[in-house]
């Protein structure tokens, strides 16, 4: 048994549902595969003393999960009023209409296709539900509607995506892009150096519990993929089903078509800087 303390990020062990930290807790959804890890975590975020809540991707569609995020909330002597969305892979988003349906809520997130209601998000935004504090960062690249939001009272920021409990993501091209993504690992450094997040809540996987050694593993992987698909474009393999083969042969096969985006960011991104 690998020690969690020497994973990057240090992850929390136990279950993966439940609370995570004063005003957030984590319901999983039925959907594991080896794109989704254990599945997707909602998100329920309420002030303590609150009977209001945010939840934060409803997840599939699954009416059952779905139902068990308000059934959840009700246990905890709370209402679910405002949905939330990261970014809208159906992981995360394809439940949220339905959601809406069931609680009543508008559906707020950055691309206009996946709100419902009239508002939507935006860098600088504050979420005050219920006396909550949480503040909407944007960081594109996984996809290029990719938000985190930040719990400034639990010292903690909610990932969806851009980082993951266990293991990295993708950039998922064309519409999310490597030099965005970047940016926005340099920004959620800056939370853990600047504000204080020493924990991160993901989208998929478990709690982390050194956001800055979570962040700099990431900032690191990628340097050395970038640097690992440059060497293979100068030995010849060209297209990046060809880098993939050669870069990740030691990675799950079924995982080569995402790693395979992944790839062809990174030339995107070596190209337009003049190194391939």
Not at 136 to 147: E, F, I, Q
Not at 150 to 159: M, Q, R
Request: aromatic residues 4%; charged residues 20%.
């Amino acid at each position: 048994m690998t020690d969690a303390a020497a994973l990057p990020g240090q992850p929390r062990g136990g279950g993966i549902d439940g609370q995570a930290s004063p005003r957030a807790h984590c319901v999983l959804a039925p959907n594991p595969s080896p794109m989704t890890l254990d599945g997707t975590n909602t998100w329920i975020v309420s002030e303590p003393g609150s009977d209001l809540a945010v939840v934060i991707d409803p997840g599939p569609l699954d009416d059952a999960h779905l139902r068990g995020v308000v059934a959840t909330a009700e246990q905890q002597g709370k209402r679910v009023a405002l949905t939330l969305l990261t970014h809208g892979h159906p992981d995360h988003a394809e439940g949220a209409a339905r959601f809406a349906e069931l609680t009543g809520t508008h559906v707020r997130a950055l691309d206009p296709a996946l709100r419902l209601g009239d508002e939507g998000l935006a860098a600088g935004d504050v979420i005050t539900t219920g006396g909550l504090e949480m503040r909407v960062v944007p960081t594109p690249g996984h996809t290029a509607d990719s938000l985190c939001f930040h719990l400034p009272a639990d010292a903690a920021v909610l990932t969806g995506d851009t980082i993951l409990g266990r293991g990295t993501t993708m950039v998922a091209h064309p519409d999310g892009r490597l030099g965005d993504y970047l940016d926005s690992l340099r920004r959620l450094r800056s939370l853990t150096v600047d504000d204080g997040v020493t924990r991160i809540l993901p989208g998929h996987g478990p709690v982390l519990n050194d956001a800055q050694g979570a962040v700099d593993f990431y900032l690191a992987h990628r340097a050395n993929r970038l640097a690992q698909v440059e060497t293979a474009v100068e030995e010849g393999h060209r297209t990046a089903s060809e880098v993939v083969a050669h870069v990740y042969a030691d990675v799950d096969r079924t995982l080569w078509p995402a790693a395979e985006l992944s790839v062809r960011a990174q030339l995107d991104y070596l190209g337009e800087h003049g190194l391939i």
